[in-house]
């Protein structure tokens, strides 16, 4: 690293709390897929914010309309109507199919609200009695990290020396419908999911799974909440991940790409009954649902659908999928994904998947590791197929590269 790499990496070290481990590279402009470092040298940016960015760096369409917005206003509080959130609502319901909007600013937040809500679902409607509902999740979930939703992780970097813990979850295997069967009491009110397991690795559950849930969820009376906060808006190839198997949640959860980066935006999104009970001074946020953040969501769902980056990002992540698939390499123990949501897990022997990480950085692309051994691929839904095809030749380079 250059000096002034080093002096920005050692500042952050000096002042900052050190919960992240980040690789090391200083950035500091972005364009689409590609993000430049302080040097100026070129990456293709292979995680997206964590598929926050999935429309590209600095969509100029969405930047326009935040400085649009900025311009006229940007933050009233809920105790005023503005004339944004009246509109964003109407968009994002009439493109989900949903009834009932809650807007919120980051994902935990959006998780923590669909918590409150369906326990009060519980209690006023299905009759649970005060304080016993039960919500079940799952085990290698990750749905933020609050203090309540820690709580139910089984992630120890996540839980240890944070409790004690709210009491209410059930934790059962991920991808198991005679488990969830088996946990479902009269006092359960909800199964809180991630529809494809993103922090865990890009685990995918077995064909059929979800259609099961949707069946138990519904027979039991129980809400299915899907976090589709990184899932959803395109990132696996549909609008939502629900879509590959054609069901529908009680309450969906979004996040990330529904500001294309540019700010911090989320939402519950429900059937009448859940978000329905809410009543004035049960819930709020100051800046959730705030003008600013409207005119971006806005704008960040119109480009999405009028670009065609959902079926881009079916085209791209199956030629993606595939290339990856063709790599021949012993490091290599499986490869996984749905769309441009993507993994390689490497053999424990070959070593933690960080150094592969360091090692594409230097080659132009900027990938994430995860538990050890696997690296995440998830670049924006804007890709080509050359630029899939320029990662996937670095990509086996640095997978057949020999580390010892």
């Known amino acids: 690293m250059s000096a002034s790499v080093i002096d920005f990496v050692a500042t952050e070290a000096r002042f900052g709390a050190h919960n992240y481990e980040p690789i090391g590279v200083v950035l500091s402009r972005g364009e689409g897929v590609w993000v430049w470092d302080t040097e100026g040298n070129r990456y293709l940016d292979c995680l997206s914010a964590y598929s926050a960015v999935s429309q590209g760096h600095c ?41 009932k909007v809650l807007p919120m600013n980051s994902g935990a937040e959006a998780v923590e609200s669909a918590i409150k809500s369906v326990r009060k679902w519980g209690y006023e409607v299905k009759g649970v009695p005060d304080c016993q509902a039960e919500i079940i999740v799952c085990a290698n979930n990750f749905h933020g990290r609050t203090l309540g939703i820690v709580g139910f992780s089984t992630d120890p970097d996540t839980r240890t020396h944070f409790g004690p813990f709210a009491p209410g979850f059930k934790i059962i295997p991920f991808g198991d419908a005679t488990a969830l069967a088996e946990a479902i009491t009269p006092n359960t009110v909800a199964f809180l999911v991630e529809p494809i397991q993103g922090e865990a690795g890009v685990i995918l559950p077995p064909a059929g799974y979800f259609a099961e849930v949707r069946e138990l969820c519904t027979t039991n009376n129980v809400m299915l909440v899907l976090d589709e906060i990184q899932t959803g808006l395109g990132r696996t190839g549909k609008l939502l991940a629900e879509q590959h198997e054609g069901i529908e949640a009680d309450v969906t959860l979004l996040g990330k790409a529904l500001s294309g980066g540019f700010y911090p935006v989320s939402a519950v999104l429900s059937n009448n009954d859940v978000l329905g009970t809410l009543r004035p001074g049960q819930h709020g946020s100051t800046f959730g649902g705030n003008p600013l953040a409207c005119a971006v969501a806005r704008a960040a769902l119109r480009v999405l659908t009028e ?22 390499a012993n490091t290599i123990r499986e490869v996984r994904g749905r769309g441009l949501m993507l993994a390689v897990e490497l053999h424990p ?37 050359d630029q899939v095809d320029w990662a996937l030749e670095r990509l086996a380079t640095t997978l057949t590269q020999d580390f010892s």
Do not use: W
């Not at 933050?75 to 509109?87: I, V, Y």
């Not at 998947?353 to 924006?380: F, M, W």
């Open 307 to 328: 670009e065609g980056m959902i079926e881009n990002a079916a085209r791209q992540g199956a030629r993606f999928l595939e290339g990856l698939k063709d790599i021949r």
């Open 349 to 385: 022997e070959a070593g933690r998947a960080r150094r592969y990480c360091e090692a594409l950085q230097s080659k132009g692309i900027l990938a994430k590791d995860t538990h050890e051994q696997t690296i995440r691929i998830a670049p924006p839904l804007v890709i080509t197929s």
């Open 59 to 99: 969509h100029p369409k969405i930047l326009a309309a935040m400085v649009e917005q900025a311009h006229r206003l940007t933050l009233t509080s809920r105790a005023f109507h503005n004339d944004q959130l009246a509109p964003f609502y109407e968009e994002i319901a009439a493109l989900t199919g949903s009834h």
